[in-house]
């Protein structure tokens, strides 16, 4: 699963399913780091690991926005300074 903006997203979840084939996660892996990316494999989760951790994230800066503590160019800039993400909660959600 890559992730957006694939160019800067450097990671990768390799999720196996129930019948995947024990070989299929390694092959995956030698493909996305060729591709210059880095493989983690995961256990299937709703949302993929990575968006399942960033809801916590994308809840808390729609409070803030909804709060009027901040707008959402200050709050993206926070979390792209402050908290060293490559994109804030709302860049994302415009994808």
Do not use: K, Q
């Amino acid at each position: 699963h890559f992730f957006n903006p694939v160019p800067l997203m450097r990671i990768v979840e390799v999720v196996p399913g129930a019948a995947t084939r024990p070989e299929i996660p390694a092959a995956l892996t030698e493909l996305v780091e060729g591709c210059g990316h880095t493989a983690v494999t995961v256990a299937d989760t709703p949302g993929f690991l990575v968006n399942h951790a960033g809801r916590g994230l994308v809840t808390e800066a729609l409070a803030l926005l909804e709060e009027s503590v901040a707008g959402p160019a200050d709050i993206d800039r926070i979390a792209r300074d402050v908290l060293g993400l490559r994109m804030g909660p709302f860049e994302l959600m415009d994808l």
